[in-house]
Structure formats: C-alpha cells, structure tokens
C-alpha cells in the first residue's frame, strides 16, 4: 500500500475509535464534583448571585399579584389600576438592575473560574514526562485546554444560572399558586416528576454522544498540529491532496458526531416543551369550573396562568439544562483525566545537599528501561566523572547515550542511588535547581518563534549583550549573526524555521553556553555543522568550560578525540573506555571507526581538492 493511502487508512481507523453506545449514569454527572473546590474559592460573590437571583424569581412572582388586584378590581365594578400599574413598573425596575447585575457577577465567577482551570492545566503538564507525551498528543492537551475549558465556562455561566432560575422559580411559583388555590395547585404538580424523569433519561444518553464529540475534536486538533508542523515534508513530497483527504476522514467523522449531538438536543428540546402542554389544559378545564363556582376569583384565575408561564417556562428548558450539565460533565471528565495523571518525575528535595555544585558527577550500576519497551535502555553502567573533566559517548543510534544524559537532569526518573551529584542522590536536589546546575542541550534543536537575543537568553532575558556574544563566539554564531540586518533582533520564525540546520544547532548550544553550568551535557550538537565550525567549536567550548564538566554526545571521533576520557556504548553496556590514544591502542570499535571516518575525510579532502582544480 503507498504510504499516503497508508496514513489515510491510519486516519479512518484512529477517527473511529470512540467509544459507541454507552449511556451514562449519575456517576458522569458526578465529575462536576471536582469543580467544586474551584467555585468554593469564589464562595463569596456565588452566594451574592444565589441571592441576587432569588430576588429576581421573587420580583417575578409578585407581578402576577399586582394583575390580580387590578383583574377583581374591574370585575368588582370599582377599578383601581394605578397603584397596580406603578408595582409593577417599581418590581420590573429592581429586577432588571438585579438580573443585569448578578449575571454579569455569575460570568466573571466563569471566566476566573475557567482561567484558574486553564492555568493549572497548563502548570500540570510542563511537569509530565514521555510515558505522558505519549498517551496525550499535542492537539489533544490544546482542544482539553480550550474547547473543554470553555465547556466548563459555559456550564458555570449559563447552566448554573439556569438550574438556579428552575429551582427558585418552580419553588416560588408553587409557593405563590398554592397560597391563591391549593386545590388547582394540586392538580398542577403530579406531571412534574414525569417532565423530570424523560429529561434524565435523555441526558443519560446524551452524555456519551458529547464525550465522543470532544474526542473526535481532539483528533481533529492534533491532525491540524501535526500537519501544519510538517507542512514543509508535505510539500516537499508532494502530498498535499493525499494529506487533505486524510483530514477529510477525521473531519467528517467530527461533523457527524456534531450532528448527532445536536440533534438530539434538538429532540430534547422539542420533547420536553410537548409534555408540560396538558398544564395549561388542567388550569383551563379545572381552574374555569372553580370561577363558575365561585370558589375563586377571576383575578386568580389570571394570575394562575402567570404563574404557569413563570412554572413551566424553565421546565420546557429543563431538557436544555441537562445537556449543558451533561456537556460540562463531559468536558470536566477530560480535562481532571490529564490532571490526574501523575507526573512520572517526583520532585521531593532534601535539605541536605550543597549549596553550591562542583560537577563531580557518578553513575553506579544504572539499568533503566523505558515503559512498555522489550529491552533496557541501559544496563549496569557505571561511570566516575570528575569535575572539571570532559567526557565523551560515541555508539551506534539507540545504543543508550542520550538516555545516560537524560539521566542526568532527570527526564527519566532513575532507581535511587545510581546517579549522584557531588556525592548526592540526584532525587535529593530541587527539580528546578539541579536542571539549572546540569545543563543539557537536547539533539533537536527547538527555537522559539521569537528573536535571536530571546533564544540564547531564554532563562535570563535581562542580560547584557557581552555575555549574549561570548556565548555567540564560542559556539561559532557570531560571523552568522552580523551578517543578519537585524542581528541579534533578527526573528528566527516557528522552530527557528528562517536559520539553516547548523545556525539551529549552533543558537541552541549557545543557549546552553551562556548559562556557565557545573556541568554541561550535550546530545550531538554538532551533527549539522562542518568540520571546520567543528573545530572552532571545540576551541570555544575549552575556552569557555575550563575547570566545569563537559559531557557531549557524537558519532564523529573528530569530536571525541578532544574529550579527556571517551565511553562506546553499545546495547545499553559500556564496551570500551579511555582516551583518544588508549581507544587506537586497543583495535576495537573506535579504532575501525576512527579508520573509516579519516579515509572519508581524506576522500572529502580529494574532492574539494578536485572540484578547486576545476574550477580554476
């Protein structure tokens, strides 16, 4: 199968796998329970809009009173309008300020409340490690952090104020319609509890329809994230219609799953409405045979169909209510599922380590494997790295050397005891403190869409430029960056996108230089640069990092040949170990490699020589 029809058949497969057909319980409604602790911090303006609102249902109830009094008013023969006429005016008045008032009071409690989600969300994440990474894509966390943050907003809201104005106005009406005629009032209530059941049922099967929904936006966020970052492989290969159909596929099976949503809310909104219409026909029927009677007043009888309006208004919206409380539930299951992850690195300091770091760093016995792998990254590796000492890892591609270096700053969370610090468990520094002492600089070189000042000072943009170019200098970028009209202002676009391979390596270690870490790790930096820049390099960083420990990752013996002590790792084990000179001595692995590596560069030397003479 060609590899577009490939990912295409990937996408339909992926964009099915919601789950189908499960109702939900009182249990998916439960998940609103975790949002209590964030609306108890706004406990104080939440009861003032409780209040506020009661107060606007209580307004309500008190016109149908006023139309009473001027209803038997007329038919006593002795009309008396304007009394009823300014109440009313005076009540509608209050409640409109009361109503404006309280829902603006209501959004700005959403609003905080979806800010403090949003931020600790966000907080929560930049702690994870890869097992996470792995489980949530990239456009997933951004669809839980936006679409069902929102989701939440709108439940606070909205379908708060809503169950408040069907609680306080069937409370009040009831109230107020019980106090005129208990008899018609009796006769009103028992289809109530039947409105209540269907709309719990239709809730119960709505929810599962919004989970997918918000699944299946998920998917659609990440196939966004993911294209737009290889937009550039995807025009190189020319697969812009293989990869538009692909989104086609997980598009529609998004539209769908909105589709089916909505009409079924759709459903709820007509379904309710239609089983409170036999109220109006009880108060008709029953309500005019007790006017004929005499038993009440003509006056009563109006007013108990303003009070059916005030009754029955939120129970036609009921249906409505529960699908915002089931799409909140929904939402808020997402997002407290990725707040409930537990991050996989701890940070528990201890008070005993040092003040400040030397860089004497020790490896004993370190066997790690990564979750769900079939073999360990590394097995029994045992290293003693004086400070001050320069060290190098040279093996095939996934023998273990970045998962050593990952060691270092705890991206992998070691067993304990086998990595320390000055002779102190690694697990035993504050998180923040040993990644500030231990600078590792990864092999994929990310900049931020921002400009090259920002990029190098990311930690401390308030640094001077003296600084900024020394770090430049040594990490042969300055030449590079006054050619730039802009210099150090120069914007380097999404992923340092407008610099070349080796401008993208040579910003990233020197973000890493100007930090003047005890120790400096870095994961194949020099991979996109020539030798020659190598060379300057290497002459900047012995410059720079005399006396501090340097750990570098290379598949160049060109490289390694400078570190005091070199390792090959190979399956996870360390299977050579010495100097440059030793390792040559020895005829293993680096001696065949150091063997291929120089005829190659001796035929590079040919060409150039060859391609020179051409010219000329």
């Known amino acids: 199968m060609p590899n577009g029809a490939h990912r295409q058949a990937q996408s339909a497969q992926y964009a099915g796998t919601a789950p189908r057909g499960k109702q939900g319980s009182f249990r998916d409604l439960g998940h609103l329970r975790r949002l209590f602790p964030y609306i108890r911090h706004y406990r104080g303006p939440l009861v003032i809009t409780i209040i506020g609102f009661f107060l606007i249902r209580f307004f309500d109830g008190t016109v149908p009173l006023f139309i009473k009094s001027a209803v038997d008013s007329i038919t006593e023969g002795e009309p008396s309008l304007m009394l009823p006429a300014l109440g009313i005016f005076a009540v509608v008045t209050c409640r409109y300020l009361l109503f404006v008032f309280s829902r603006r009071l209501m959004r700005r409690i959403s609003i905080a409340l979806s800010y403090d989600l949003r931020k600790r969300l966000y907080r929560h994440v930049q702690k994870q490690g890869p097992s996470f990474f792995n489980k949530y894509s990239t456009g997933d966390i951004m669809s839980r952090s936006i679409n069902d943050i929102n989701l939440v907003r709108r439940l606070v809201a909205f379908a708060w104020v809503t169950i408040m104005t069907f609680v306080f106005s069937v409370s009040i009406a009831l109230i107020f319609m019980y106090s005129l005629s208990p008899s018609l009032t009796l006769f009103v209530i028992p289809p109530l509890p039947v409105v209540a059941l269907v709309a719990f049922k239709m809730s119960r099967t709505l929810f599962p329809y919004v989970r997918e929904q918000q699944i299946a936006m998920g998917q659609v966020t990440s196939y966004v994230q993911e294209n737009l970052n290889g937009i550039r492989t995807i025009q190189a290969m020319s697969q812009e219609e293989v990869e538009i159909q692909r989104f086609s596929t997980v598009s529609t099976e998004y539209a769908d799953l909105v589709f089916r949503a909505t009409r079924f809310r759709a459903m709820m909104n007509v379904v309710m409405p239609l089983m409170t219409t036999a109220l109006p026909v009880i108060i008709i029927g029953y309500g005019g045979s007790l006017v004929i009677s005499g038993e009440i007043s003509v006056g009563t009888f109006t007013a108990f169909f303003s009070y059916l309006l005030m009754l029955t208004g939120p129970v036609r919206m009921i249906g409505m209510t529960l699908s915002n409380l089931t799409t909140g539930a929904a939402g808020t299951a997402r997002l407290f599922e990725v707040l409930d992850y537990e991050p996989e690195i701890r940070d528990q300091p201890k008070a005993n380590v040092p003040a400040s770091i030397e860089g004497h760093l020790q490896i004993k016995g370190l066997s790690y494997s990564y979750p769900g792998a079939n073999r360990s ?31 270092l700053v705890r991206l992998i969370d070691t067993p304990e005891g086998t990595v320390l610090l000055d002779g102190h468990d690694i697990r035993d520094y504050p998180l923040g403190r040993l990644r500030q002492d231990v600078t590792l600089i990864l092999q994929d070189p990310f900049l931020f869409s921002d400009t090259l000042r920002l990029n190098v000072t990311y930690d401390d943009p308030s640094r001077m430029d003296e600084p900024i170019w020394t770090a430049t200098d040594a990490a042969s970028l300055s030449a590079s960056i006054r050619e730039f009209p802009m210099q150090l202002a120069t914007i380097v676009g999404e992923r340092g996108i407008t610099l070349s391979g080796g401008q993208k390596q040579r910003a990233t270690l020197a973000r890493g230089l100007i930090r003047k870490a005890a120790v400096l790790a870095m994961d194949d930096c020099f991979s996109s640069v020539d030798t020659e820049t190598e060379e300057e390099i290497l002459a900047g960083l012995k410059r720079l990092r005399k006396g501090k420990t340097t750990l570098l990752i290379s598949h160049r013996v060109s490289t390694a040949r400078h570190a005091d002590r070199i390792f090959i790792i190979d399956g996870g084990r360390i299977v050579e170990s010495g100097s440059h000179a030793e390792l040559l001595r020895k005829g293993g692995y680096y001696a065949d490699l150091e063997a291929i590596q120089s005829n190659q560069d001796q035929d590079r030397q040919r060409k150039a020589k060859l391609l020179h003479d051409l010219v000329e």
């Open 377 to 407: 990254a590394l097995e029994n590796i045992s290293i003693d790295i004086e400070a001050g000492e320069t060290i190098a890892f040279l093996g095939r591609v996934g023998c273990g050397k970045s998962t050593i270096l990952k060691s």
